[in-house]
């Protein structure tokens, strides 16, 4: 890597130097287009680590990204990037990186061209090296002379994370960033995304696919019709929610005597018993995991298996979107 | 060459559109060519040709496919937000641009009608000509630069101040001459190379003033407009 220069900001794009934290706060956020509110009241800490933002098409994620980026004025409360405004302030850019979701490139320009470009306009003081590590990132290498018009989806996409990664940025915001990628480019970049917030880059991707957030994030902000939903681990998220039942897949050695002895417990609300093993709906998810063992284990039962069944980002999604 | 003009460059050329401005410039040097082997009186061609024709659409058309190409063409396909994410004070995005658009709507008008004025008159009316064309260019220029950032459809407004307001009520209403870049170079060529060819109706220091003033002023409206650019505030 070649020399930093002396203030924090990175010289080259590639494996992730040592960071400067960087934080992308949003206090009390509204972004409305005449009587239509796209966002509505949404305040919100960014700091290290990857993040999704989930939620369904006209939720306002793009909306609240454009504000994040610096694309549009927050017609009310504040975004900024380390305690700068983002909006009209190009500054922004040394430490925030934007991979917007329209999928707009130069397609009279190779790869290589353009992130050398970007590269180039960041002012960097290495900008082939630059150009060539941000393109090793997204295993463009093979391709980068060609004309980014002959490129498919997958790889016009990873040109354009190229050029947003050249100058390492502390900040990357990403609009549905796994449009039109096949599987393994799509697992990819999901691994770069993780290893980009390991290293304690900022991340925030959206996303309305629930798979990809689950797999790729811990942490979700969930916006619902232009309103934060929801914000913290999908996990914990779904764990408060108790007014709805959880539902446990649960095999044991005697499912039948279990069934019965769980009928006792006061946060089981249902029991299924099938050939499969017993379905299991509780009220209380932190009650009904402790008071499990100590039934099976008053019992004589041997539990096998304990699988919360709807866990998945989709369930507490579907739930959200019906309170 | 700045990083910001070679992909301007590159884009404009790489365009097809850019095919449109090869005729035009084509068809006054052949009219002109023409004109002169027929043996007509430049007196009755000239003014026909190099104003009707030159300055009063070759000149304002080609600067409007080149100057909302320069930026309304990157606004239209979103690839402007690769340029906007740098931190780059947006003078910096505006002027390199401006310049593009300025030389090669000059370079485009000023040969053919620096040919058809020697064909007419003079070399020196033919220098007049490409010079005050040359400025008529900046002017226009900014103009539509700055109209590609402050309307989703600046081709449209562009034609429409070509030919409705310089083209049409240049005509009736002789007030509108005073805003009109058509007549500031009308005067400025006239002024540099004085024929009968050309008719001037609004002074050389109007003219003068007016060009800078156009120039500036849609320069820096252009360039506040950047800073504030908003992408097209879709939900999705």
Known sequence: MSATSADTRPTTAGEPSAPTVSTLELAGVSRWYGNVVAVNDVSMSLGPGVTGLLGPNGAGKTTLLHMMAGFLAPSRGAVTLDGRPTWRNPEVYRRLGLVSEREAVHTFLTAHEFVLASAKLHRLPDPAEAARRAIALVELESAQDRRIGTYSKGMRQRARVAAALVHDPQVLLLDEPFNGMDPRQRLHMMELLHRLGDAGRTILFSSHILEEVEQVSGT???????????????????????????????????????????????????????????????????????????????????????????????????????? | MSTVSWITARGLFGRRRFLLLLPLPAVLVVLAVLSRALGVDPGEWGPAVLVGLGLAVVLPVVALIVGTGVLGAEIDDGTVVHILTKPLPRWQIVLPKLAVATGVSAVTVAVPLYVAGVLADSVRLGLALAAAASAGALAYSALFVALSLVTRRPVLLGLVYVLIWEGLLGNFVSGTKVLSIQQYVIALADRLAPTGLLEADVSVPVAAVMTALISVGFTVLAIDRLRSFSVAGETS
């Open chain 1, 220 to 323: 979700v902000q969930v916006m619902v019709a232009g309103r934060l939903a929801a914000s913290g681990d999908f996990r914990t998220i779904r764990r408060l929610m108790t007014n709805r039942p959880h539902v446990f897949a649960v095999r044991s050695t005697d499912d039948r005597a279990l069934a019965v002895a769980l009928m006792a417990e006061a946060s089981v609300t249902g029991v299924e018993l099938d050939r499969t093993g017993l379905t299991v709906r509780a009220g209380d998810y932190g009650a009904f995991t402790r008071a499990l063992p100590r039934i099976a284990l008053a019992h004589g039962i041997r539990v096998r298996q304990l699988v919360p069944e709807d866990e998945s980002l989709e369930s507490v999604f579907s739930y959200l979107v019906e309170a």
